[in-house]
């Protein structure tokens, strides 16, 4: 059984379309990402699996249950985190624990194996309030009380928006841990980075899918050869690049600008076209696709698609 | 049932633990019963009379000493005109001006029938009214004795004054020989307090119940965590018994310490049963509580929330009779009454209180209210479950 099937899922607010026509599965303990910027839907998307909101179109089941129709039965097995705390916050970290055990029907001791590895780093402040946690330890708490009653699927909506990065890091590791507990996990992020760590991922954008597969298999579905270029001047050489009939693309990535080429056209065109530009030894190197790559490739595929 | 106890405690732990609602709890009550009984009164004290005597006779001293010999009156002009005197009701200085012509002495030995003039500031429809209803029945004590005084007890006593107010000729009217001594009952002082306390009473556990357990609420949509809740297999109705039983109770303790403060500090007479008083009130924190939760499923925040709950709140309390006798209104306002439980409390709680009435004299507003409490409450489910 899959742990998560989707049928043309359609949400609208008003005329607004936050989802549309959206269908994917999910396998049992499978970590899967949704990547997209922010009003692409995954809220919306999350909000329906957690059967918090009615579809307007389409079907969605978690492990056989129909979300809407199966409500009652699935909410004993989702661990729901929203982007905001939405935690007691005049409560501690120990009661704000307790009560979602207690209303689980469950004790803290019962699945205290399954938060340990998490709950551990915050047990040091259980007497704290949890509105006085810092933002890292904050997420560990409601990540820690969206497990305490051992779901099978964890949906998890934007968990690192707004925390350090070494908070991040360790986040994915203990998703990464939950894995092998044989959890389902669906995840969305903007930070394409953090999409490397999943399973599979899926990329949204305008309340559609523009794709699913496996972080490897969408790097490498990306059509072209990518280039780096450097150059200490890099707004100058960006504007140098945009204007070149041979390159196809170029956006600035971290210190240097990815391009891609047209048909027929070799890099030492475009650094001779440079050296006459007054742009001297700019570093021209191969590189491996990211999913930003492909992401704003197919953006760009999808904006020339609804301009036609 | 087992999860409703542990949202319960959750509740209260929030409750406790939030100094604001702690200080709301206790200090409410006792502001409002401090504050409200004793200075919401229509009574009238003091009345600064202008009295402008053309007579200066020993009748006119005799009926100004008089007026100030009353507890209410105080001279604290002698204008000369009656332009003067006009100025003075309109700067506030004086709130009645006395006209005694001069031939106030020689009308009382019967040659002519004298005229009073009074003028009163009526911009307090209700305090002009009384303090012309004090100078009428003092000048009618004042008429009596003269009467008597010249043993002329015919019906047509042609020594008789004529007050006016404004001016507009009014005869006082009593027949000499026949004296009405009225017999105040359930208030036999007139203590405008005992009037005003069990009104204030329902005031007290409106405002508890309909705004501290709606604003509760919201919170919890404000801040998310209902969200968080939604997602758990806690039912609605657990849910919203969890916020309503506690302010429930609140606003039952609330009632007894503000009906303990009226004991102490006014010695408020309780004729009636106290359970019956009770068992009415916690009636009447339904049908509120039911109206809290259904303005906090259509408020998403709780500055909405207020806003709506203040607008309403206003009008139960004003047109529920608290000052003004309901059956004085015109009829689209009682007709409104009938939905209006501070109206059907209100009532309840004079009676029982001052009266001393029991289960059969109130039960046809006792169960008016718990209809309205059943139905608010069912419509407050029914647009929750419509919302969630």
Known sequence: MKAIEAKNITHHYGKITAVDDLSFTVGEGE??????????????????????????????????????????????????????????????????????????????????????????????????????????????????????????????????????????????????????????????????????????IALMQQGRLMGIDTPAAIRSAYGRKLWSVSHPERYRLLLALRKMPQVAASEPFGDSVHMTLHEGAIPEDVRRMLDEAGIHDAAINEATPGIEDVFLELMKKEVRRSEV | MRKLIFLLRKEFRQIRR???????????????????????????????????????????????????????FVVTAIPGSIREAESMLFSGDADMALVIPSDFSEGLSGVTRPRLQVLVDAVNATSAQLSWSYLVSVVRDFNREVVLNKGMVTAASPGGIIASPGGMAMSSGSLPGLSVSPRYWYNPTLNYKYYMLPGVLVILITAIGLMMSGLNLVREKESGTIEQINVTPVMKWELIASKVIPFFIIGLIDLALGLSIGWVAFNIPFEGSLLLFFACAAIFLVAVLGVALFFSTMASTQQQFLFVAFFFVMIFILMSGIFTPTESMPLWAQQFNWVNPVAYLMRINRMVML??????????????????????????????????
């Not at chain 1, 982007?83 to 469950?106: C, P």
């Not at chain 1, 986040?171 to 394409?192: H, N, Q, R």
């Not at chain 2, 003091?46 to 009748?59: G, N, T």
């Open chain 1, 31 to 200: 970590l899967f990402g949704f990547i997209g910027p922010d009003g692409a839907g995954k809220t919306t998307l999350f909000r329906i699996a957690a059967t918090l909101i009615i579809p307007s179109g389409g079907r969605m089941t978690l492990f056989g249950l129909n979300v809407v129709s199966g409500f009652r039965e699935l909410r004993n097995h989702i661990g729901y985190m929203p982007g905001r705390f939405s935690l007691y916050q005049d409560l501690t970290v120990e009661e704000n624990l307790r009560f979602y055990a207690t209303i689980f029907g469950t004790t803290i001791k019962e699945n205290y194996y399954l938060i340990e590895p998490i709950y551990r780093q915050i047990e040091p402040f259980k007497k704290r309030r949890a509105g006085q946690l810092s933002g890292g330890m904050k997420q560990k708490l409601a990540l820690s009380c969206a497990l305490i009653h051992k779901p099978r699927v964890l949906i998890l909506d934007e968990p690192t928006t707004g925390v350090d990065a070494v908070s991040r890091t360790e986040f994915w590791e203990m998703l990464e841990g939950l894995k092998e507990e044989g959890i389902t996990i669906i995840v969305s992020t903007p930070y394409m980075d953090e999409a490397l760590r999943c399973d599979r």
């Open chain 2, 18 to 72: 939030n100094p604001f609602m702690i200080r709301a709890i206790i200090g409410v009550p006792i502001l409002q019963m401090l504050i409200l009984v004793p200075a919401v009164t229509f009574e009238v004290k003091r009345i600064d009379l202008a009295v402008i005597d053309s007579d200066r006779s020993q009748a006119s001293r005799e009926l100004v000493s008089k007026l100030t010999g009353s507890s209410f």
């Open chain 2, 355 to 388: 009266k001393g009435s029991g289960f059969q004299d109130i039960a046809a507003d006792m169960g008016m209210l718990a209809m309205l409490a059943v139905a608010f409450l069912a419509l407050a489910i029914w647009a929750y479950r419509k919302r969630a």
